[in-house]
């Protein structure tokens, strides 16, 4: 184990398929006894055995949130690994009623070409990044967010050193008492089932 984690981490992952979320998720995992992974489309196949949008996304995400609270209630530190395209999924896999969470937003930036090209070689076309383009929003400034560029392996190794340096700080921007206040876990879960209404997901 490589990483020495101080405090308990809250990260959400966010980022076209193929941008590296998994990759960077079981790297945390298996370099730090501390940590643990959340993966979003797990938890569709085992419930439905669905892609995205499944029968009940609301479901989904509600399990992942009570997932979540119960590992860094239990003292591991979590990382949600889901593309998160938009502000009000974001917020809401941010937002913990534990108390004294490090919550961290990291957002995957590749060069469109490579991205094409990596689905392509995994599914055959990239309908899926045009798919996201549509969902795509920018992070709110308020989210507290580190890029994490991976256009090469030696990109990804030269950020994941930086994630660490992070981790492993007593210092940070993102420790509670630094953050703003964000809104409260119900109003969040309000916020979510009415995006996913509106999206037209069956919820």
């Known amino acids: 184990?490589?990483?020495?984690?101080?405090?308990?981490?809250?990260?959400?992952?966010?980022?076209?398929?193929?941008?590296?979320?998994?990759?960077?998720?079981?790297?945390?995992?298996?370099?730090?006894?501390?940590?643990?992974?959340?993966?979003?489309?797990?938890?569709?196949?085992?419930?439905?055995?669905?892609?995205?949008?499944?029968?009940?996304?609301?479901?989904?995400?509600?399990?992942?949130?009570?997932?979540?609270?119960?590992?860094?209630?239990?003292?591991?530190?979590?990382?949600?690994?889901?593309?998160?395209?938009?502000?009000?999924?974001?917020?809401f896999l941010l937002t913990t009623k534990v108390e004294a969470v490090n919550r961290l937003l990291i957002v995957f930036n590749v060069n469109r070409d490579i991205l094409v090209k990596r689905n392509v070689e995994k599914f055959g076309d990239a309908l899926l990044v045009s798919a996201w383009d549509k969902r795509w929003e920018r992070p709110k400034h308020e989210i507290p967010i580190l890029k994490f560029n991976n256009n090469n392996m030696e990109e990804f190794d030269a950020y994941y050193a930086r994630l660490k340096e992070l981790l492993e700080s007593e210092t940070h921007p993102f420790k509670p008492q630094f953050r703003e206040a964000h809104s409260p876990l119900k109003e969040m879960r309000k916020a979510l089932e009415n995006f996913l209404k509106r999206a037209h997901i069956d919820i």
């Open 1 to 91: 184990m490589n990483i020495a984690v101080k405090g308990l981490w809250n990260i959400v992952l966010s980022g076209y398929p193929r941008s590296g979320k998994t990759m960077l998720a079981r790297r945390l995992v298996s370099e730090s006894q501390f940590f643990s992974r959340v993966g979003v489309d797990e938890l569709r196949e085992m419930f439905f055995n669905e892609a995205y949008p499944c029968r009940d996304e609301f479901l989904v995400y509600s399990m992942i949130a009570e997932m979540r609270d119960v590992l860094l209630e239990r003292g591991y530190s979590v990382v949600i690994d889901s593309t998160a395209p938009n502000n009000v999924t974001r917020e």
